[in-house]
Structures are given as C-alpha cells and as structure tokens.
C-alpha cells in the first residue's frame, strides 16, 4: 500500500510541476506535499531529512533565479534600479495578461512575462529621459533575464520533482 501512495505523490507532484509553467508556485506545491507525506508516513523512513531540506533550498533557489531574471537583464543593459524592479511588476501584469491573449499553453504566459518586463523598463527608462535605443536595448535585455528566469525555476522544480521520485524509491 506504502507503494501506491508513493505514486498517487508522484503523480501529484507532476501536476504541481505543471502549474510551474503558468508562473504559479508549484515548486512550493511540491514541497509542501512532499513534506506533509514524509510527515503522515514517518515511520516508514520514506524521505530523509537531508531530502527535505534539499528541496526547500531549491525551491529558494527557484524563486531567487525567477525573480532576480528580469532584475539583472535590465541592470546588466545599464537600466536604473526603478527600471528593474519595474520589470518584475511587468513580467507579473504580463504573465497574466499573456495567459488570456495568447490562448497557446506556455507560451501565452511566458511570452507575457517576457513582454511584460521589457514593456515596463522601456516606458520607465523613457520616462527618464533616456533615448530610444537605451531604453530598447534594457527592456529587450529585461525581457531575455525574464525568460532565463522562468527557465531556471522550472528547471529547479523538475529537479525537485526527480529527487523526490528517486529518494521516493531509494533504499
């Protein structure tokens, strides 16, 4: 029976990968899961502690490298610290503006974020009196760190998701 509920975990797990994808915290979903089986079956040394805590640093790490995406490509292109925080709002309005009009799974909401996050440093650095194709180059660079960003967070969550599978069945 141990086994079956393993999987049903597994399985859960997989879903809350899914919602990675969509800018949702499905790497905390994973952890938090995980964390609550090895609780409910403690006795049957199902997960380690060591295990537990390797995901939760990851999923820190998950969020770090998604939040800090759009933050560093604006202030790599030489974008103010407004500006890159700035991307990080648009990066969030456009996620979920991209997610309803653009109706292709992923890609509504990544291309979003992306767009997002290049919108709001472009319009801030205008705004400062910065020429046209400054304020491009950050926002262009804003939007590539975004998606870096959003590829090293599901990165990590299917990293999490495998070294709950693997320590799932190790011995």
Excluded: H
């Amino acid at each position: 029976m141990l086994y079956l509920w393993i999987i049903l975990l597994i399985l859960l797990n997989v879903v809350w990968l899914m919602l990675v994808v969509f800018g949702l915290p499905g790497n905390w979903l994973i952890v938090i899961s995980t964390c609550l089986f090895a609780w409910w079956r403690w006795e049957d040394g199902v997960f380690s502690i060591y295990t537990l805590t390797a995901i939760v640093v990851l999923a820190i790490l998950g969020e770090l490298f998604e939040f800090l995406g759009g933050v560093q490509g604006a202030k790599r292109a030489g974008a103010s610290w407004r500006s890159s925080i700035a991307a990080v709002a648009g990066a969030v309005a456009g996620a979920i503006i991209g997610t309803f009009l653009i109706p292709v799974v992923f890609l509504g909401t990544v291309l979003g974020a992306c767009l997002g996050a290049g919108f709001a440093t472009w319009s801030l650095e205008l705004s400062r009196s910065r020429k046209m194709g400054e304020s491009v180059r950050c926002a262009v660079s804003a939007g590539l760190g975004e998606l870096l960003g959003i590829t090293a967070k599901i990165t990590v969550g299917v990293i999490i998701w495998l070294m709950v599978a693997v320590a799932a069945f190790w011995p």
